[in-house]
């Protein structure tokens, strides 16, 4: 904390924008890890081998009931969009699925960008106050009289150095947040991918096996 508090108070005007891109950068950060972590993420190969013996059972009343069961997670989202068109057409139901994927992609996707290019701003707007500092230094030694020379010179240097090293506080984490957020979107995404065209072939080859049926009962 001592060292926040004494970076504000000698590190110039730049600490400011530093200060506001960590709070942006932490309430989007927390908003995300909650959303990808707790809300839109699941056991994707647990929740598709229940789904899968219920389709196979013919039961897809049960199956659209276990999407409504786990409604915040965004694979169940998708994959009821394709149980609700099981007796439709193959054409229908991948419709319906690839619809539903447009849908929560964005959701899943939306503001993690942000992180990144926040974390190039703190280290960015970190070099500008460094440059500041620098100025300053400059400045002391070819102007400041003898007296004032050391004292600029000190504060200059501490303004360059409180900067840079507070926009990479800011940067570093921020970074790392990005890419704990974006790798589990992405295992979100692939879960989505693989298990929604498994769900789809599944429902084709039910409405194979009913025609079948159909077709030996006549």
Not at 104 to 132: C, E, F, H, W
Not at 189 to 205: E, F, G, H, P, S
């Amino acid at each position: 904390m001592g060292f926040f508090v004494n970076a504000m108070h000698k590190g110039g005007v730049f600490m400011w924008p530093i200060l506001l891109v960590a709070v942006f950068a932490l309430a989007i950060a927390c908003e995300r890890l909650y959303y990808i972590l707790f809300r839109a993420n699941m056991n994707g190969t647990a929740f598709m081998g229940k789904l899968q013996k219920l389709i196979m059972a013919n039961n897809i009343n049960a199956a659209i009931k276990g999407c409504n069961d786990e409604a915040q997670a965004a694979l169940p989202r998708v994959l009821k969009a394709g149980l609700t068109k099981a007796n439709r057409s193959d054409t229908e139901i991948q419709n319906a699925v690839e619809e539903a994927m447009l849908e929560v992609t964005p959701q899943l996707i939306k503001r993690t960008d942000y992180l990144s290019m926040l974390a190039n701003v703190a280290t960015l707007t970190g070099l500008l106050g460094t440059i500041q500092g620098l100025i300053i230094a400059f400045e002391a030694v070819a102007h400041a009289s003898a007296e004032t020379k050391q004292t600029m010179l000190a504060a200059g240097i501490s303004t360059a150095m409180f900067t840079t090293a507070s926009g990479l506080v800011v940067a570093i984490p921020t970074l790392v947040l990005h890419s704990i957020i974006k790798n589990n979107t992405n295992k979100i995404l692939n879960d989505i991918d693989l298990y929604a065209n498994r769900t789809v072939n599944l429902l084709a080859a039910r409405r194979r096996t009913l025609k079948d049926e159909g077709a030996s009962a006549k």
